[in-house]
């Protein structure tokens, strides 16, 4: 067999279905008994394995099966388990390919730059993680310190290899230090992405903090501080997306508010936040007023209780606080971070083209008691 039999770049699932295979075609290329046997007689297994590859497979299925019909000419060799092991891999792996069911493509996020602030944990490591999963191989990660971002990346491209026909050259995954509370910091950021990509097709301002001060504690200098973060970043990761996005066509931005835009939590004191998460809410609303002929979509995505290291330094100080939190949500538990999965890709995606200026609370239901 030569080697342009299996063509020069076999597609991903062939390459998959041969490494399976302990590299078959090698091992079939250069084994003597490859040679086609005078009365080939294929076993009905075979049979069946190279029609589930020409059903479930067609741009595979002449390659996959002219290795098949080889492997069916072997006689009787002391690799024969070797040969019944790869024809019931291809099997599996073909019929559970023939199962696969179609989804909604407008929920892909393949052949998109994305782009998240606060991403090297928490929630925006999370969202980076979804859109790995939904298709995203080229993103950059944004937060304080660069080698921590750029772990960030590295653990993704290797998260998302595993189980996977994708390999680590596949992603283009990138960590940059950024402080969002400093303009020309953020500045800089979108040139390191636009010189890396070229565009920028959508990013979530998901950098933020959260402190427990009453009113009347609160240090003037860290209530300026949550402000320069939460407010001023949210709004300066927007307006470059949008600078960037608008000569290009378009582009969707998700601001992460909070329900605390929309009630007032207890017990916690936490009024600047509060606030600050308003303003990010209607910041959304009206930035997206402004864009919206020019083809940039803002949202906000406002999460309710969910349990990440912000919330954990919190709860680390009181533990009866958890159960109050969660006897205050109608389902009655803490978000996990995934719980914001779906949320994100739907902003973020296609699927939600004609929605601007809303907001999507994912909180067990806690804002409608
Ligand atoms: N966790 C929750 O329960 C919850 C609920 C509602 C809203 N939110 C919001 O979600 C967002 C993420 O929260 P989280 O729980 O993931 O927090 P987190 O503390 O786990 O992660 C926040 C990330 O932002 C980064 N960051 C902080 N200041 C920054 C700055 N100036 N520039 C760049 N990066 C900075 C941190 O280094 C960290 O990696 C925040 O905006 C928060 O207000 C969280």
Known sequence: ???????????????????LAGRAPNKIQS??????????????????????????????????????ALVSRR??????????????????????????????????????????????????????????????????ILDLKEDEAQQAADELVKESCVDSDMDPS????????????????????YRRVMDRYGR????????????????????????KRLYDINVHGAFFTAREAARHMIPQGGGSIVLVASMSANIVNI??????????????????ASLAVEWAKKGVRVNCLSPGYMLTKLTKTILAHDTELKK?????????????????AGAVVFLSSDASRFMTGSEIRVDGGYCII
């Open 1 to 19: 067999m030569s080697g342009s039999e299996w063509g020069n770049a076999p597609p991903a699932c062939s390459r998959r279905l041969l490494a």
């Open 31 to 68: 084994s003597p008994d490859s040679q086609p046997a005078a009365s080939p007689s294929l076993s009905p297994s075979t049979t069946m394995s190279t029609s589930l590859v020409a059903r479930a497979l067609p741009g595979v299925a002449r390659s996959a099966s002219t290795s098949l």
């Open 75 to 140: 006689p009787p060799h002391p690799h024969h388990a070797l040969q019944r092991r790869f024809e019931s891999t291809i099997e599996s792996a073909v019929a559970t390919k023939a199962k696969v069911v179609k989804t909604l493509p407008d929920f892909s996020m393949a052949n998109k730059v994305c782009m998240v602030t606060g991403a090297a944990r928490g929630l925006g490591n999370e969202f980076c993680r979804a859109f790995a999963q939904s298709g995203c191989t080229q993103l950059a």
């Open 170 to 189: 596949d992603y283009n995954i990138i960590g940059i230090g950024c402080d969002v509370s400093s303009e020309l910091s953020v500045q800089q950021a």
């Open 200 to 223: 920028i097709d959508s990013v979530v301002a998901s950098a933020g903090i959260v402190e427990n001060y009453s009113a009347f504690d609160y240090p003037f200098d860290r209530i």
């Open 267 to 284: 017990p916690q004191p936490q009024t600047p936040y509060n606030a600050a998460k308003a303003a990010v809410k209607h910041m959304a």
């Open 324 to 340: 109050t939190w969660e006897s205050l949500t109608p389902m009655g538990r803490m978000g996990d971070p995934e719980d914001l």
